[in-house]
């Protein structure tokens, strides 16, 4: 009987051992999923507002809105380009605004892979001239420089865009 009992787990204990272990992932699983999903917002936040920091001294060391390249509205890598002083033409001093980092050979990308949404005041009334191209912006956005961030519900996968989870500068 002795041998028995130290020979191992029976049937009924590993069977308990099983039902404990699934019971504390399935309450584990959602708390580490909120979790990461909290830890995207924070990171997209930072990112967001190092972008604008970026934009405001470059502002104010140049006195202008870095907004055409070519005639063209500058978005995504030609933003990098220029507060990285990758290109001195928008840059003459060559001030490095922002440093390079991570997946950003494609532009400025946002935890969900993204691009940011980048928009200037271009007239000087204090309101975000983004173009049509922005879906979803029914409201002013003010200041100087606008940054958006469509957030996790972003319309990927066949899903519509959440606009409730955007994240917006000019709401912070
Ligand atoms: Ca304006
Ligand atoms: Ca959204």
Known sequence: MKKRR?????????LTVILIISLLAAMLIPVVLTAMRTAKKSLAINEIKNIELAFKQYIRDYSVVPTYISG????DLDVLNVLSA????YNAN????????????????????KHYQ????LNYDNIIDFNSAVPGLTEDAYGTVGIWSHGR???REGAADDPEDDLRNWEF
Not at 72 to 75: A, D, L, N, S
Not at 86 to 89: A, I, M, R, S, V
Request: glycine share 12%; aromatic share 10%.
């Open 6 to 14: 130290s020979s191992g787990f029976t049937l009924i204990e590993l």
């Open 72 to 75: 063209k509205e500058i978005i």
């Open 86 to 89: 990758q290109n001195t033409d």
């Open 94 to 113: 060559a001030i490095t605004y922002m440093e390079r980092t991570k997946a950003d050979t494609d532009g400025l990308k946002d935890p969900w892979g």
């Open 118 to 121: 980048i928009g200037f005041d």
């Open 153 to 155: 519900k972003n319309g």
